[in-house]
């Protein structure tokens, strides 16, 4: 493998208590060396002037929709889209065609991502078979596979007798059990959030409530067993106030949130349409408030895009008959982090960088999100600063489902490195 000298970016590696204009030298996807004016000998030099250089960027939570969902999306675009936004790793959920349940699914994904060369993928397997909640996979064997967490995401665990079956496991292997948090008998017919949009529009909406019963539930069996919860997608003031008290209380829970979330209140819906209808719903002004006041005092412990592709025709039906939920994500991330949480002064650079980067790598218990020597050499460099115009056509991904088509930021990544290889470079990537 090539050599590689990152000369001049401003490394910010919060687990490593590094903040300096400093340079790193990469070999065989390794980080060898780091210090100010390291002398240059390096297959290549990237001059990182004006960048961050942070550890690589995890989502641990994205719908690449293949098997099966092709047409939407598939793992070499999704990939593709994922390097484009600064992710070096991400979690791919188990709602696929078939539903990722089997081991060889597993190290299936994990081969053809080695072979696309892009991003790691860290699969999430299904907490049931077909994730249809009536029994629990075999959670040794897909973790030997590469499983990093299991979930039936796009609906609840379906009983919280299998909900505890399942974090009972999860303690014993320390693998997180993901949760979709919604109960179908309060979304049942849910189109948008539950409110005065809602009631304009003529729709049936999904309360808060919803999130918040299944929330508590998880809450209660995780504190009940000891194994680590993971609230997917939290949306809700309720939600995240229950997972603020059980941390407080010494339970093994961990939430994230989205960029949509802590970005837009479901009056985007009123503008966007069908294109800002997801699962769960944008909500109200309160709640993305609260969002981000989560954000600032460290209950959320990390932003993860729910990246979720739908082909054109699909999205193009009526939003109360047929539209799917879900957005694309992972190329806006960062600029609506940098736009909401940065350059408003809620956050620092530094809590910015571990929500994207050490507290996932956590969460998954991946060796990843730092820069120290010996570690490998998966690196995002982004220029805060940089302003550029979102494209959603020019994108990565195979869709585009996306509110932010059109949307000027203020920060653009840079290069994306994984294990050395830089494989993506704005301009040229």
């Given at each position: 493998m090539a050599s590689l000298l990152i000369k001049g970016g401003r490394v910010l590696s919060p687990e490593d208590n590094l903040d300096g204009i400093i340079d790193v030298r990469i070999e065989d996807g390794v980080i060898t060396e780091i210090g100010p004016n390291l002398v240059a000998g390096a297959d290549e030099t990237f001059d990182a002037s004006g960048s961050v250089v942070a550890p690589g960027f995890i989502d641990i939570h994205v719908h690449f929709r293949e098997p099966g969902g092709e047409a939407s999306e598939t793992l070499e675009t999704g990939l593709g889209s994922a390097v484009a936004g600064g992710f070096t790793s991400v979690a791919t959920m188990p709602n696929t065609k078939p539903v990722i349940d089997q081991p060889q699914l597993v190290a299936e994904q994990i081969e053809k991502a080695r072979r696309?060369?892009?991003?790691?993928?860290?699969?999430?397997?299904?907490?049931?078979?077909?994730?249809?909640?009536?029994?629990?996979?075999?959670?040794?064997?897909?973790?030997?596979?590469?499983?990093?967490?299991?979930?039936?995401?796009?609906?609840?665990?379906?009983?919280?007798?299998?909900?505890?079956?399942?974090?009972?496991?999860?303690?014993?292997?320390?693998?997180?059990?993901?949760?979709?948090?919604?109960?179908?008998?309060?979304?049942?017919?849910?189109?948008?959030?539950?409110?005065?949009?809602?009631?304009?529009?003529?729709?049936?909406?999904?309360?808060?409530?919803?999130?918040?019963?299944?929330?508590?539930r998880g809450v209660v069996v995780a504190e009940a067993t000891g194994g680590h919860l993971h609230v997917a997608h939290l949306s809700t003031a309720g939600a995240l106030?229950?997972?603020?008290?059980?941390?407080?209380?010494?339970?093994?829970?961990?939430?994230?949130?989205?960029?949509?979330?802590?970005?837009?209140?479901?009056?985007?819906?009123?503008?966007?349409?069908?294109?800002?209808?997801?699962?769960?719903?944008?909500r109200s002004f309160a709640d993305v408030e609260a969002i981000r006041a989560g954000i600032t005092d460290g209950t959320v412990d990390a932003i993860a895009t729910d990246h979720a592709p739908h082909a054109a025709d699909l999205k193009a039906k009526p939003l109360g008959a047929g539209a799917p939920f879900g957005i694309i994500g992972l190329e806006t991330a960062l600029g609506l982090a940098l736009d909401e949480l940065i350059h408003t002064g809620l956050i620092s650079l530094w809590h910015m960088i571990s929500?994207?980067?050490?507290?996932?790598?956590?969460?998954?218990?991946?060796?990843?999100?730092?820069?120290r020597v010996g570690g490998?050499?998966?690196?995002?460099?982004?220029?805060?600063?940089?302003?550029?115009?979102?494209?959603?056509?020019?994108?990565?991904?195979?869709?585009?489902?996306t509110p932010f088509d059109g949307r000027t930021f203020r920060g653009a990544v840079t290069a994306t490195i994984v294990a050395g290889n830089i494989v993506y470079r704005r301009g040229r990537g």
């Amino acid at each position: 493998m090539a050599s590689l000298l990152i000369k001049g970016g401003r490394v910010l590696s919060p687990e490593d208590n590094l903040d300096g204009i400093i340079d790193v030298r990469i070999e065989d996807g390794v980080i060898t060396e780091i210090g100010p004016n390291l002398v240059a000998g390096a297959d290549e030099t990237f001059d990182a002037s004006g960048s961050v250089v942070a550890p690589g960027f995890i989502d641990i939570h994205v719908h690449f929709r293949e098997p099966g969902g092709e047409a939407s999306e598939t793992l070499e675009t999704g990939l593709g889209s994922a390097v484009a936004g600064g992710f070096t790793s991400v979690a791919t959920m188990p709602n696929t065609k078939p539903v990722i349940d089997q081991p060889q699914l597993v190290a299936e994904q994990i081969e053809k991502a080695r072979r696309l060369g892009l991003a790691r993928i860290f699969p999430v397997a299904a907490v049931s078979f077909g994730s249809q909640g009536e029994a629990l996979t075999d959670f040794a064997a897909l973790k030997a596979a590469g499983a990093v967490a299991f979930s039936d995401d796009g609906r609840p665990v379906k009983t919280a007798g299998l909900l505890r079956e399942a974090l009972e496991l999860s303690r014993e292997l320390g693998v997180p059990i993901s949760e979709h948090c919604e109960d179908a008998s309060l979304t049942a017919g849910g189109v948008i959030n539950e409110g005065p949009v809602a009631d304009q529009l003529g729709v049936r909406g999904i309360p808060n409530s919803s999130e918040d019963v299944c929330a508590a539930r998880g809450v209660v069996v995780a504190e009940a067993t000891g194994g680590h919860l993971h609230v997917a997608h939290l949306s809700t003031a309720g939600a995240l106030d229950l997972v603020r008290q059980a941390k407080r209380r010494g339970v093994r829970v961990t939430c994230e949130v989205t960029p949509h979330h802590f970005s837009l209140s479901d009056e985007a819906v009123l503008k966007y349409g069908s294109n800002a209808k997801m699962n769960p719903p944008l909500r109200s002004f309160a709640d993305v408030e609260a969002i981000r006041a989560g954000i600032t005092d460290g209950t959320v412990d990390a932003i993860a895009t729910d990246h979720a592709p739908h082909a054109a025709d699909l999205k193009a039906k009526p939003l109360g008959a047929g539209a799917p939920f879900g957005i694309i994500g992972l190329e806006t991330a960062l600029g609506l982090a940098l736009d909401e949480l940065i350059h408003t002064g809620l956050i620092s650079l530094w809590h910015m960088i571990s929500l994207f980067s050490s507290n996932p790598a956590r969460i998954i218990n991946q060796p990843l999100g730092r820069v120290r020597v010996g570690g490998a050499a998966d690196l995002t460099l982004f220029d805060p600063d940089f302003v550029w115009t979102y494209n959603a056509a020019k994108g990565r991904s195979k869709s585009r489902n996306t509110p932010f088509d059109g949307r000027t930021f203020r920060g653009a990544v840079t290069a994306t490195i994984v294990a050395g290889n830089i494989v993506y470079r704005r301009g040229r990537g």
